[in-house]
């Protein structure tokens, strides 16, 4: 699911994978690999017996079967004298808790007028996108370049750390007459806050590693490891600064990278 901006795309990832992790053997959610040799529990099978469609991993139901009968005589210190027994009598209890996330953003259309360069305030070219996310997983938020032709070797690092700037970030397109200018960049600069709900701010935090999600659809990703790997609700705040000089060349300027989402597995 994505929606693009103009400087910046929020996607909501609900099928995860982790980048540092190694992804399981496993394929689907826990209810499609129900009655699978991926199953944890076989002794209950609940295949085919949920809601239709994709509504029998995404919906909250239950399934019940079985019973039997037993008759028997009690014979004092021997315990009871079986007469019939029909069916089992052991409560066989699974549950599959599918991992689940869900998130919300705001202000996250972000136009920049700089009619003053010379004195344009770093508030001046700075932006913050609000939101939440909530998971009972551990996750990592990315910014995934794909699409935009940016690679690691533009992802500026202070020793061995990346910073969160990526080189020549913002393109340009036309100029006033509309003439191409595509030859003119500069950079711009990515953080993250979270704050989980009750907690404290963390600050805005640089990423923290560069590369491709396990499953392979996140590509070209910078990553940030929210709260440790904490679980629960979370306040987030995305800060995008534009590291522009002031004089730089006249003219639009655009950029379109995509935040996503991963667990830690």
């Not at 910046?8 to 980048?19: G, Q």
Request: proline share 4%.
């Amino acid at each position: 699911m994505r929606s693009t901006w103009t400087i910046l795309t929020l996607v909501a990832v609900v099928a995860f994978l982790c980048v540092p992790a190694m992804g399981q053997d496993a394929t689907g959610t826990l209810y499609d690999q129900e009655g699978t040799d991926a199953d944890g529990y076989s002794t209950i099978n609940a295949t085919g017996q949920g809601p239709s469609g994709d509504a029998a991993s995404t919906t909250n139901w239950k399934y019940q079967y079985g019973g039997g009968s037993y008759t028997g005589i009690y014979k004092g210190t021997g315990g009871w004298l079986d007469v019939s027994t029909d069916g089992d009598s052991t409560i066989d209890i699974e549950c599959d808790i599918e991992m689940f996330y869900t998130e919300t953003f705001a202000s996250n259309k972000i136009y920049f007028h700089i009619g003053d360069p010379f004195n344009a305030s770093e508030a001046d070219k700075t932006a913050i996108v609000t939101g939440t996310f909530t998971s009972n997983n551990g996750q990592y938020i990315g910014i995934s370049f794909n699409g935009t032709g940016k690679t690691e070797a533009d992802m500026v690092k202070d020793g061995a750390n990346y910073t969160g700037e990526v080189t020549n970030a913002m393109v340009g397109t036309v100029d006033v007459l509309g003439r191409s200018m595509s030859d003119q960049k500069f950079p711009a600069k990515f953080t993250l806050q979270w704050t989980k709900i009750g907690g404290t701010p963390s600050g805005f935090q640089p990423p923290v590693t560069f590369g491709t999600g396990t499953s392979g659809t996140e590509l070209n990703v910078l990553w940030w490891l929210v709260d440790g790997g904490g679980k629960g609700s979370y306040n987030m705040e995305y800060k995008v600064e534009l590291l522009a000089p002031a004089d730089q060349a006249d003219g639009n300027y655009s950029f379109d990278p995509a935040i996503v989402a991963s667990p830690i597995l």
